[in-house]
């Protein structure tokens, strides 16, 4: 028999109504009864626990690896900044060249990966493999222009090949130099695939990249074979820069890099320390000489401005020309002449065919003007003249007295207003005059001052156009 309790009261009330507890129950059997609950029953609680507890971590378990798989796709996600290009690499491959900038996606590591090339113009410096050594004072000194010259004269009568850099120059001489490139991929496909891009080791010598040290090292070829062909004073001059970027050029281009040079500059010079104080004494010698030469020239220039105005470049060639002919009797002399007037006088004229549009001006527009001025003053006075002689002729053959009587008139007229001519009045009852004639010295005085001031003007005049001609000479010779 057996007998549940189900009354509310008693001692067992206060543990059956506790919370998260299953109410108990009590089932009492006879002795000898059969037990009827099977084990099974008795482990379902613990089953169904453990399932349920193996069902939440394998959901979050698949979460996790969602969520891994997630983060590994989005990996692929890179920025691409301005002044860069992408290249998408699949399996080792380049799939994609030359994506422009943002947000842009590739299979992640390992089987892909996005390459960030900068397209920009970058710069490298190549410094010592062309320099001598020197010490960090002497680059602090290097860096002053007061101090400069003091860092670079003197050093070692010897270079070491191991530390010494040099250029070797076509006459024979040896100069150094520092320099500065700047560079810019042309392809970023070829550059990637034909240069490597590892990173240098940490304990490298050299932390430059290898397409830097690839760059450095066509460059230093193409500067060693531009000074081979110059003398010292034209590397020092500057004009080894475009041949050795050319050359430089023509080996990336040999080696199919996708890089292409843009400049080679100099950014430093000097010839051998040891004899740099001679050797800028005869650079001082020879910059004196060009600015004066430069100035020379600058005042041959303006000389001819001032004589010829614009037209004085072509004269001076049609000058030089007609000289030439006269000197080797050519027929062609007269008609160069012909131009020559044609272009003083302002007429329209050519040459071999060619118009000559200039304008004549300076002291030769005004002399010409000038000669032109009294050519027509000597004609006007010529006509003038004849149409005098021939009234007075006219008046002659009609009344040869009456002519005769007012030209003398005219000429005692005439006489007596010059100045060196003085009156004297005598009385009309003297029956005998004696005149003691004597020159006035003041007039003498006037008349020699006078004289003595048209020589030394004239005098003048004849200098300034010898001073003129000197000048017009040394300005040709300079040419």
């Known amino acids: 028999m057996s007998q549940t309790p189900n009354s509310t009261n008693g001692p067992g009330t206060g543990l059956m109504n506790r ?20 084990m099974s029953d ?43 290009r992408g290249v998408r690499l699949m399996l080792g491959k380049i799939d994609q060249e030359n994506i422009p900038p943002g947000p842009n996606w590739s299979a992640p590591a390992p089987i892909g990966d996005m390459l960030r090339v900068n397209t920009g113009v970058q710069s490298l410096d190549i410094k010592e493999a062309f320099f001598p050594r020197l010490s960090a004072d002497e680059e602090k000194m290097l860096a002053d222009p007061k101090m400069r010259e003091n860092s670079l004269s003197g050093g070692s009568n010897s270079l070491d090949p191991d530390f010494d850099g040099v250029l070797l120059t076509g006459d024979g001489s040896i100069v150094h130099a520092r320099w500065r490139i700047t560079y810019r991929r042309t392809d970023d496909g070829r550059s990637l695939r034909n240069i490597s891009q590892e ?32 003398t010292i004073d034209q590397v020092l001059a500057g004009l080894a820069r475009e041949p050795a970027r050319d050359e430089a050029n023509r080996m990336l281009q040999a080696l199919d890099a996708g890089i292409a ?44 401005a001032e004589t010829a105005g614009e037209a004085a470049p072509s004269l001076l060639t049609m000058i030089d020309t007609y000289e030439k002919q006269l000197a080797t009797k050519d027929a062609g002399a007269e008609a160069t002449l012909s131009t020559i007037h044609d272009v003083m006088m302002r007429r329209a004229t050519s040459v071999d065919g060619r118009p000559i549009d200039v304008t004549l001006s300076g002291r030769v527009a005004r002399i010409v003007g000038e000669a032109e001025q009294y050519r027509t003053t000597v004609a006007t006075r010529a006509e003038s003249d004849a149409d005098v002689f021939e009234a007075k002729r006219q008046a002659f053959r009609a009344n040869p007295s009456v002519f005769l009587s007012n030209e003398w008139t005219d000429a005692v007229g005439s006489f007596m207003k010059r100045d060196t001519v003085q009156a004297l009045a005598l009385p009309a009852n003297l029956s005998r005059t004696v005149l003691l004639i ?10 020699e001052q006078e004289r003595m001031e048209r020589m030394g003007e004239e005098a003048r005049q004849k200098r300034a156009r010898e001073a003129d001609r000197a000048r017009f000479e040394a300005s040709k010779n300079s040419e």
């Open 19 to 38: 919370p998260g507890r299953q109410r108990a129950s009590v089932t009492l059997r006879q002795q000898g009864q059969a037990t009827t609950q099977s």
């Open 42 to 84: 008795l482990m379902d609680p613990a089953n169904r626990s453990l399932a349920d507890a193996l069902r939440i971590a394998f959901r979050l378990l698949q979460g996790s690896i969602l969520l891994m798989v997630g983060l590994y796709i989005a990996s692929g996600y890179q920025q691409i900044e301005e002044g860069q």
């Open 199 to 230: 990173p240098p080791a940490s304990d490298a010598v050299d932390l430059r990249s290898v397409e830097e040290r690839l760059v450095a090292a066509v460059v230093q070829r193409g500067v060693i074979h531009a000074a081979s062909t110059m």
């Open 261 to 304: 040079i843009q400049s080679v500059e100099m950014t430093d010079k000097m010839p051998p320390r040891q004899v740099i104080n001679n050797f800028n004494n005869v650079q001082a010698a020879q910059a004196e000489s060009a600015k004066t030469v430069e100035e020379a020239r600058g005042d041959a220039r303006q000389l001819l």
């Open 438 to 447: 004597n020159r006035d010295p003041e007039l003498q005085k006037a008349l």
